[in-house]
């Protein structure tokens, strides 16, 4: 078994091969913290995160998991315990999208691949948190960031309204669940981005999306997975020690 890390805070970070998880591992690091990723196939794309984690000197790791399957939480989970003595912040940012498709042609794969990661891996996620975290469980408390997305106010018509749900889920859970912890010193809060330059674009079939849509947005750009975590992580240290329950948009003005 390897050393346990030192004294420095704790972040476990799903998908966080690529995109906005990348770049919340990288100012987490460059901040002070150490870091567990998970991914699911990026294996390089995860290996090279973690080694510009260790060159801004955390301890860091990436251990593959597919968050929507329980046993692979429970073993992402066990790699946390035996390489880090405790837990102070998870960022539930693994999430999948489809291609655009309205609700009439959705089929029954989907929608179960769609809420068994980004809700149910979620939900598994933080309870695991918890179970760490809790004070009343004889943890030192912590941080629970879910990222959500501006699609669960806006529904996503004839794009991905399945996908707006899920997240709508998930916006839900960060509600209930700060109100149902925060006396156990746990703090949940929810980032929502809007139209973010990242690679799951690509993934639901639009590359261009981010360039497309850009002129519909007040600031007339897209964001930045770095402008995403910039968010991640205040919420996840001690400058928002008092703000829980927070569901906070980071969509240039896209209200």
């Given at each position: 078994?390897?050393?346990?890390?030192?004294?420095?805070?704790?972040a476990?970070?799903?998908?966080?091969?690529r995109g906005?998880?990348a770049?919340?591992a990288?100012?987490?690091?460059?901040q002070g913290w150490?870091?567990?990723?998970?991914?699911?196939s990026?294996?390089?794309?995860?290996?090279?995160v973690?080694?510009?984690?260790?060159?801004l000197?955390?301890n860091?790791h990436a251990v593959q998991?597919?968050?929507?399957?329980e046993?692979?939480v429970?073993?992402?989970?066990?790699a946390?315990?035996?390489?880090?003595d405790?837990?102070?912040?998870l960022?539930n940012?693994a999430?999948?999208?489809d291609?655009a498709?309205t609700?009439?042609e959705?089929s029954?794969?989907?929608l179960?691949?769609?809420?068994?990661?980004?809700?149910?891996g979620?939900?598994v996620?933080?309870r695991e948190?918890?179970l760490r975290?809790?004070?009343?469980r004889?943890?030192?408390?912590?941080?629970i960031v879910?990222?959500?997305?501006?699609?669960?106010?806006?529904g996503?018509?004839g794009?991905y309204v399945?996908?707006?749900?899920?997240?709508g889920?998930v916006?839900v859970?960060t509600?209930g669940?700060a109100k149902?912890v925060?006396?156990?010193g746990?703090r949940?809060?929810?980032v929502?981005?809007?139209?973010?330059e990242t690679?799951?674009h690509?993934?639901?079939g639009?590359?261009d999306?981010?360039?497309?849509?850009?002129?519909?947005i007040?600031m007339?750009r897209g964001?930045?997975?770095?402008?995403?975590?910039?968010?991640?992580v205040?919420?996840m240290g001690?400058?928002?020690h008092y703000?829980t329950g927070?569901?906070?948009e980071?969509s240039?003005?896209?209200?």
């Amino acid at each position: 078994m390897e050393s346990k890390a030192s004294r420095r805070k704790v972040a476990l970070i799903t998908g966080g091969s690529r995109g906005i998880g990348a770049a919340t591992a990288l100012l987490a690091a460059a901040q002070g913290w150490d870091v567990l990723i998970s991914y699911q196939s990026q294996q390089a794309a995860a290996e090279a995160v973690v080694a510009q984690a260790r060159a801004l000197g955390a301890n860091a790791h990436a251990v593959q998991a597919d968050v929507g399957e329980e046993a692979q939480v429970l073993k992402l989970f066990g790699a946390l315990d035996e390489r880090f003595d405790s837990l102070d912040a998870l960022v539930n940012n693994a999430g999948v999208v489809d291609v655009a498709q309205t609700v009439a042609e959705y089929s029954l794969q989907r929608l179960e691949r769609m809420f068994r990661v980004n809700t149910v891996g979620a939900f598994v996620c933080a309870r695991e948190a918890v179970l760490r975290m809790s004070i009343r469980r004889g943890g030192r408390g912590g941080a629970i960031v879910n990222v959500s997305s501006i699609a669960a106010r806006l529904g996503a018509p004839g794009q991905y309204v399945d996908y707006a749900a899920s997240k709508g889920a998930v916006d839900v859970l960060t509600l209930g669940l700060a109100k149902e912890v925060a006396a156990e010193g746990i703090r949940v809060n929810a980032v929502r981005p809007g139209l973010i330059e990242t690679d799951i674009h690509a993934s639901g079939g639009q590359p261009d999306r981010v360039q497309r849509l850009a002129p519909n947005i007040p600031m007339q750009r897209g964001g930045t997975a770095q402008e995403v975590a910039d968010a991640i992580v205040w919420l996840m240290g001690d400058g928002s020690h008092y703000t829980t329950g927070s569901l906070i948009e980071i969509s240039g003005g896209n209200l």
